[in-house]
């Protein structure tokens, strides 16, 4: 069923002037400053087993209350598997060195049956596979697995990924539906697209076999998180996140159409069952996953790709309940959905999932990074009173490497391909080497996008050869060009969201794209009453937002769009990094007429010019409010 | 320092439709229900002590949990209050048989101490006073008292006052700065503003100095709180609320600028405040009260007078934080800002004052009750999804009784005398037996206010009487008229919100006040981001909404009101007791038009007819939406 195939980070080289700052700068800043992190915060050492029991150690009836602590095999995981991206890119034989000591600490720690929770391990080893639910000893395994399969990738060697083998044969062991085993999923989903890539590796069905029970063993009934917490003398009834709509198991994975729960948890398991759709030619759970898309899509998703408006339950409530000032937005959130929107597209190449996969990155998963590569956003609203900040680290520190480990894989959202077709989702300058039935193709984007819509693309195969190239006329556009060696194609009825270009492809040709990209006033529906009455200025796939420094120092809550403003021509700037500015004359509110809270007047209003920056961009320059969705007046 | 006393509710005979229906239906059918209800929901029975535990008894480490059984007995002193105001209206043998039997129980349930809290003493007597912050003991005898004074003055039998008076012996035994003595005070304030109600009976000064040794205590170091938590074993630091600004403990009551916390507690405090000021004279205390209304009623209030947005707290939060949908604003927090603002008008005659009471009673407070007097909200949001709606009863009922007892006394609020003054705060039609100077004056209001501003005043002095008429022209009104015996007066240049005229009054001299009263347009300061856009409609001293049933069904969260739309002529509606309704050519958001949740088009909108009925209305024909802040375009 898997109609197109990624065409892999490693082979895509990354030149444009946007991703490739990113770039440079997570691999020369935040992943080697995140290893420190790692160090300074106790996670490497507490991979050091048995030790003695912590002063955290967790009271039986309080478990549900867990610390970060039990995370932490997951965050060492991610690391690794962000840092072996970063070898893709450039062999280091001193990241190699960190990694490798980790590896030695972790066979160290494994048990000779091959479980390998380094958490349960040096405390409570008596109660390994007690509670799934809470304690997130699969998706620990998961993050592991993911960074093992990475490391082997980047280097070719196997200590890790065999130490995981062991570690998923013995998860394969205890759970599953045969006699003697526990029929068991995890309550964090991970470990199912983990197995996935793993089985892109080995080739072996039990692993792809593993992933697709635990997606399919969820939410059925009896259900294992209550049988789970009777064993363990809990009142199943009094699971502290009240519901398992929570972690997606409150119904069979296949009978579920609403986005429910905490987003992360939600946006992993929807990614492993895209994959598993098309690895397994599975119809009905490709049709659960459209329905879930266009659920999430239409009434959930915050216009930066954000996901999740509740702090409470770090994830979803109701239809349209988008508030921006307490927006949770994680940022792993968003990095999962783009995750999500890649798989959906090789299953189906709309360009509806290319548009919120742009969406999503350039603008929620984006700015939970800052410009020097070391600070980060776990939250992401869409406005602020100037109150949120970014930080060096978090307790839970998900986030961080969520985004080090998407910057440092980047090129691998750009393309994919299919039997005789080559789609461009993602443009950006950058060199790709594809093989397309056989032939080898080098394909060259020169662009400056995300600043301008011009793309040069130059295609180069190897010998003459027959193909489609699929361009992505993103839904944002509304008018494009495209020229093919000097001669128009028409650009504006894409099916599907891709322009079709099927001929010849000979050595010199070249594609002209001009995506026309002025500023976009977007409004929400109505339905998102947070929303009503204000607007929010896009360009291209950036979404941009009022930053208090750069306008007059007022709060941004009182600055006003009138709807016949006329926005300025954008203009480049040089700060942080490089962006294009957008202007236009706007309003503020007046405040200085006294205390009334109640009149029976509008607030004057008094002209003032509004400067807006990416969304991405914001809060790197000091505190101060910052504001998305603007009153339109 | 108090410079004018209210006219008792007693000396006021009701007589206009608009507060005759509101006063006919709570003592025909609010106040007997509710002894029902105190019946059904074994609060009465709660009185015969000793009794078996309960099965709610509650675990040490868990008692800052506490059931609403621990408040049982206020809301049995709220009715028996609420029932002696219903007794000066008429007296009943029927509610008076109930009132003594609920008399007995209690002097069968007194220790020969004086202590008298039937929760402590049926269940763990032992622990009585331990744990002032949470358990509510004095906050239950505060209200137990008031029922006392109020039926003592309804009847004159003083067996329930007597037994209070033990009580409160026994208190001021054990609370207090002698030695061997408590330092302690109630986590919610109550008991200060019954212990001056007991003074102004008894006229003993120590009820007045217990009072003010509650209020002046409050929030001292070493925190009574603190080392009462110690005391019981517990950490102080785990205090379930987080900080005493919960409770206004966190400082001293006279170092107190911001309106924090619980929103019932701080008004119930503040009215004791404002009492102590004027008994004592204490210029302090009244500019304390003074700075707390200032912060209140120009950041912290809903323009419906609903106080508290959070229900984490009860209470308020941040400066202009009012959210609409999720607004707290318990009808017993509207109901004590009345309390309060009288308390201020008493001490300083300032129609802002009145303005902020008008419009607490119109909207906030009486919204609490249902047309048939007989379903409550606990809760009064400005913005409704159709979830919310009225309920029978409460497990913590103290809204209940909390209206009943206003309206059975709102006569009390229309009118104060000073040494030569009479002033008019609230209009309505009544007739009021006044004494000035020593000579009896009745005053007569003949109008439909609120539905019109015209009202005729009759004043008849026993004998000719020179004193100041004070008529309040109020905050909302942009004009008026005033003849004396057909001669105009200038109406429109009030002082402090009050017209005054003194001359000699005569038997049947009759003033005309005519306050125009179209349809206003309010606005919220910039400040509340909530309302940025919005608009909402008032006439007089009522603020109105648009619930669904009246606009075609439709969400109201759909419904806009363009900002040159006639409002056309208000109209008398006979419906739901009789009211006027206003109608406006407005507009609908279209949402037939498909799924996007964003796009480049701001909503189409189509042209409606809006039907706004006065907030306090609302939720009396079934479920549906509702909207008081309406998106101006």
């Given at each position: 069923m898997r109609q197109y195939m990624s065409v892999d980070f490693t082979d895509v080289r990354i030149e444009g002037e946007f991703w490739r700052e990113r770039l440079d700068t997570v691999l020369a800043r935040t992943i080697p400053s995140q290893h420190e992190k790692l160090v300074r915060h106790g996670i490497l050492d507490s991979l050091d087993v048995p030790q003695p029991p912590p002063p955290l150690r967790i009271p039986r009836n309080e478990r549900h209350n867990f610390t970060t602590q039990i995370f932490w095999d997951s965050d060492v995981g991610k690391w690794i598997e962000a840092a072996s991206y970063a070898l893709q890119h450039r062999r280091d034989a001193g990241i190699e060195a960190k990694i490798d000591a980790i590896v030695e600490q972790l066979a160290r720690a494994q048990l000779s049956d091959g479980y390998l929770n380094c958490w349960y391990i040096g405390r409570e080893i008596e109660n390994r596979w007690t509670n799934l639910r809470d304690n997130h000893e699969l998706y620990c395994a998961g993050h592991m697995l993911e960074g093992a399969v990475a490391y082997f990738k980047a280097t070719g060697r196997s200590r890790l990924l065999d130490i995981m083998l062991r570690y998923v044969d013995h998860i394969a062991s205890v759970f599953g539906r045969g006699e003697g085993q526990k029929r068991g999923y995890c309550g964090?989903?991970?470990i199912e697209l983990a197995l996935i890539k793993l089985y892109h590796v080995t080739r072996d069905r039990k692993h792809l076999d593993l992933a697709a029970y635990f997606i399919d063993e969820r939410g059925s009934l009896p259900h294992y998180f209550d049988m789970e917490a009777s064993a363990r003398g809990d009142d199943p009834k009094k699971f502290w996140a009240k519901t398992y709509e929570y972690n997606q198991s409150h119904k069979p994975v296949r009978a579920q159409d609403k986005v429910v729960g905490h987003a992360v948890r939600a946006m992993y398991m929807y990614a492993a069952m895209a994959d598993l759709a098309a690895e397994l030619?599975?119809?009905?759970?490709?049709?659960?996953c459209e329905q879930l898309w266009r659920d999430v899509t239409s009434k959930r998703m915050y216009v930066?790709?954000?996901l999740g408006p509740s702090a409470t339950n770090e994830g979803f409530t109701q239809d349209y309940d988008l508030p921006n000032d307490t927006a949770y937005a994680e940022t792993c959130a968003s990095v999962a959905l783009i995750?999500?929107?890649?798989?959906?597209?090789?299953?189906?190449?709309?360009?509806a999932y290319a548009d919120i996969m742009e969406q999503a990155l350039y603008n929620g998963a984006l700015s939970g990074l800052s410009r020097d590569g070391t600070r980060y956003f776990y939250q992401n609203p869409l406005e602020s009173d100037g109150s949120h900040s970014r930080w060096d680290w978090h307790p839970c520190p998900c986030c961080t490497m969520n985004v080090s480990r998407l910057v440092a894989s980047i090129g691998g959202y750009f393309y994919s391909v299919g039997a005789d077709v080559l789609a461009v989702h993602l443009y950006g300058g950058s060199t790709a080497s594809l093989t397309i039935e056989g032939t080898p193709v080098v394909l060259r984007q020169v662009t400056d996008y995300p600043w301008t819509g011009s793309i040069r693309i130059e295609v180069e195969p190897a010998a003459p050869l027959s193909f489609a190239l699929k361009l992505r006329i993103p839904g944002w556009a509304r008018s494009a060009t495209i020229a093919v060696n000097g001669?128009?194609?028409?650009?504006?009825?894409?099916?599907?969201g891709y322009?079709?270009?099927?001929?010849e492809w000979r050595q010199g040709d070249k594609v002209e794209l001009d995506i026309a990209m002025p500023v976009e006033r977007v409004y929400a529906s109505p339905k998102v009453k947070m929303d009503v009455g204000r607007v929010a200025l896009m360009r291209g796939p950036l979404v941009y937002c009022l930053e208090q420094i750069d306008n007059s120092d007022a709060p941004t809550e009182l600055l006003r769009l009138p709807r016949d403003a006329e926005v300025d021509d954008p203009v480049r700037d040089d700060a942080l990094g490089g962006f294009v500015r957008i202007a236009a004359k706007g309003a503020k509110a007046d405040t200085a007429g006294g205390q009334a809270l109640y009149g029976n007047r509008p607030p004057d209003l008094m002209p003032t010019q509004l400067t807006a920056l990416p969304y991405y961009l914001w809060s790197n320059r000091g505190p101060g409010s910052m504001t998305v969705w603007i009153p339109e007046v």
């Open positions: 964090h989903q991970e030619g599975d119809a009905e759970l490709k049709r659960t930066t790709g954000g995750f999500w929107a890649k798989r959906m597209l090789n299953l189906d190449l709309d360009g001669k128009r194609v028409d650009a504006n009825t894409p099916a599907r322009v079709e270009i099927r001929r």
